[in-house]
Nanobody, 125 residues
Framework: QLVESGGGSVQAGGSLRLSCVVS????????MAWFRQAPGKEREGVGS?????????ADSVKGRFTISQNKDNAKTTLYLQMNSLKSDDTAMYYC????????????????????WGQGTQVTVS
């Protein structure tokens, strides 16, 4: 189960922090990522951490977004700190988890993920 939170409305230049709690899976080594989808556009990868711990970002968010994760015995929490937000960042943001090994280059392929959150809306005006 993946449960996201932290979306909302913010003015351009502002910040938001998204969280995604992953629970209920027994295999602990997996790849996680944040994707987003704006109306009329395809879902695109924003940031990812593969099972080797390699972090990747889309060019459009480099230097502004930071992905991180925290693991404890029962669950893993994935974060996305978003700073200097722009109107182009407006989208529904989704957390994803996958248990197939993905290279850093593969982590922005939606086919690599078998579990998705329900999405959280981010609106930048």
């Amino acid at each position: 189960q993946l449960v996201e939170s932290g979306g909302g409305s913010v003015q351009a230049g502002g910040s938001l922090r998204l969280s995604c709690v992953v629970s209920g899976y027994t295999y602990s080594k997996f790849c996680m990522a944040w994707f987003r989808q704006a109306p009329g556009k395809e879902r695109e990868g924003v940031g990812s951490i593969n099972s080797d711990g390699i972090i990747s970002y889309a060019d459009s968010v480099k230097g502004r977004f930071t992905i991180s994760q925290n693991k404890d015995n029962a669950k893993t929490t994935l974060y996305l700190q978003m700073n200097s937000l722009k109107s182009d960042d407006t989208a529904m943001y989704y957390c994803a988890a996958g248990w197939t090994y993905l290279t850093a280059e593969q982590t922005f392929l939606t086919e690599g993920y078998s579990a998705w959150g329900q999405g959280t809306q981010v609106t930048v005006s």
